[in-house]
């Protein structure tokens, strides 16, 4: 069955596009954790990172590539930003169709504390 990013991929549900080529889309993130918070989606169905193979190579190269043009397009290149992808239970993946979360706009405070 298609994921939901999949859904938006084929504008088959609507989304806020900041970005498309042949290999990514990225829109931003429905429930925003900061000012900035956009999802970089491969245009490949990829359930999780545990599943990535060297043949989807120009995919992971395309989200990078995407990420540095977002940011710089959003004007958060020069102060920072933070990618983020969740794997499984542990990482808190809620999609299971690879993506980053790219967030920013504000100082990110530390990564985690446990
Ligand atoms: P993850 O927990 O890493 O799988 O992240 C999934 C993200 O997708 C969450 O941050 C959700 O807020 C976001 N999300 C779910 N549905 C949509 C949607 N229709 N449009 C935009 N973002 C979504």
Wanted: charged letters at 20%; a negative charge.
């Amino acid at each position: 069955m298609a994921t939901i990013f999949t859904k938006i991929i084929n504008r088959e549900i609507p989304a806020s596009i900041v970005f498309e080529n042949d290999k990514v889309i990225a829109f931003k993130d429905i429930n925003p954790q900061a000012p900035v918070h956009i999802l970089v989606v491969p245009k490949k169905e990829i359930p999780t990172l545990n599943d990535i193979d060297v043949q989807d190579s120009e995919y992971i190269l395309a989200m990078y590539l995407a990420i540095k043009d977002i940011a710089r397009d959003l004007g958060i290149s020069e102060n920072g930003y933070r990618i983020i992808t969740n794997c499984n239970t542990h990482g808190g993946q809620e999609v299971f169709h690879l993506h980053f979360h790219l967030l920013g706009g504000k100082p990110l405070g530390p990564m985690l504390t446990f």
